[in-house]
């Protein structure tokens, strides 16, 4: 099935760093959204983009959703160890099924 | 209400056996969704109900796969004469109506041999 392109597909950092990631798609999607994943576990929500343009917070998470609805990038401040995990986009369209990308893992070293 | 709630969390059968996953979405949503995650992927589509009705199937779907929302409250998720490419997380997810953000719950991890 489709999925999204999904960069970098894995980053090492040192805690406090910030991160950024981003994810493309050749189709236009009318949602973004990013999930986070532990091992073993379902994929929990982050954050939710629904307009083109626009920039969201969530505490130390950024999203935007950008102008061309075809892309959206996340970025985490100040990362700490609890961030490790496997970070997903999202991206929904007209009937509210999701098409996710590949992931990107986290490694933050304290 | 704690969120989406999957069973069994784990589930090893032998290659032809048949299984059946449940899922107990989150009680106001009225929308509900099947997804397939295979190691080192994003979670992929099957299928998904509005209330009672199945509503779309991807292809992924064999005809030895089908999911069944009775009463539009929980679903169940049956494989028939299970095979090895089955090994996954099956994921299920909810929504409200009219809204994109699916809340997933922990998934069922099933292992054929």
């Known amino acids: 099935g489709q999925q999204l392109n999904q960069s970098p597909q894995s980053m090492f950092i040192q805690e406090g760093e910030d991160v950024s990631m981003n994810c493309t798609s050749s189709s236009i999607f009318n949602t973004w959204l990013w999930y986070k994943q532990d091992p073993g576990e379902g994929p929990v929500l982050l954050i939710a983009?629904?307009?083109?343009?626009e920039l969201t917070s969530n505490g130390r998470l950024t999203a935007q959703f950008g102008i061309t609805r075809k892309d959206s990038f996340l970025n985490i401040s100040a990362s700490i160890p609890s961030d490790v995990g496997i970070y997903f986009c999202?991206?929904?369209?007209?009937?509210?099924?999701?098409?996710f990308g590949k992931g990107t893992l986290l490694t933050v070293n304290p | 209400d704690t969120g989406v709630s999957q069973d069994p969390r784990h589930k090893i059968t032998k290659r032809g056996q048949n299984v059946t996953f449940r899922c107990d979405p989150i009680?106001?949503?009225?929308?509900l969704y099947w997804y397939r995650q295979t190691l080192g992927q994003g979670p992929e589509f099957l299928t998904y109900?509005?209330?009672?009705?199945?509503?779309?199937k991807s292809r992924l779907l064999s005809d030895r796969f089908s999911a069944e929302r009775p009463k539009g409250s929980f679903s169940t998720l049956e494989i028939q004469r299970t095979e090895q490419g089955d090994s996954a997380m099956y994921l299920c997810?909810?929504?409200?109506?009219?809204?994109?953000?699916?809340?997933f719950g922990q998934g069922t991890r099933l292992t054929v041999v």
């Open positions: 983009l629904y307009k083109a343009g």
């Open positions: 997810a909810s929504s409200l109506p009219l809204e994109t953000e699916a809340f």
């Open positions: 999202a991206g929904g369209g007209s009937n509210y099924k999701l098409t």
């Open positions: 109900f509005q209330n009672e009705a199945q509503l779309e």
């Open positions: 009680s106001e949503h009225n929308r």
